[in-house]
């Protein structure tokens, strides 16, 4: 598929709330296909609609176990806590300290609008929160607690 740029922190379009998704067409099918091209290519573990210009409540996400496609996600529940270095897409190279639920369920509906509920621990809990607040016009760096650090990629 395609590649899609990554909007930065600083552009309106991550601060709006994402309209629902109805039903999948073509075009939101080679969006799914294009985010999740453009998160593997990224580096990324997640990446929003609103993150490639899109004003859509569709999320991808891949910790390392394959990919999830949530459209239309909710949270039902989460509970205990969990404090960690957060980084984002839209924010390359810096990372700051957030708090964030440690065990998540969440409900949403899959590329072929099958609803389905998903619970997830430690990163994968993180990871679905942090997405979902894009979706409401929010990114990490609201939560961060203290400063934002640099981040030192790996492969230099």
Do not use: W
Request: hydrophobic share 40%; charged share 30%; proline share 4%.
């Amino acid at each position: 598929m395609a590649l899609r740029t990554i909007r930065l922190q600083g552009d309106p379009v991550l601060n709006k709330v994402c309209r629902e998704v109805k039903e999948i067409t073509p075009k939101l099918q080679v969006l799914i296909e294009d985010m999740l091209d453009t998160m593997y290519e990224a580096g990324g573990v997640g990446l929003a609609a609103p993150q490639v210009g899109i004003l859509r409540r569709i999320v991808t996400i891949d910790i390392g176990d394959g990919p999830i496609i949530m459209i239309n996600p909710k949270l039902i529940s989460s509970d205990g806590e969990q404090t960690d270095g957060e980084g984002c897409l839209s924010l390359p190279g810096k990372a700051g300290k957030v708090t964030r639920p440690n065990h998540v369920i969440a409900r949403a509906f899959d590329e072929n609008m099958e609803e389905y509920e998903i619970e997830a621990t430690e990163l994968l809990a993180r990871a679905i929160c942090h997405e979902l607040d894009h979706l409401e016009g929010h990114m990490y760096t609201e939560l961060v607690e203290g400063d934002l650090y640099e981040v030192v990629d790996e492969e230099e």
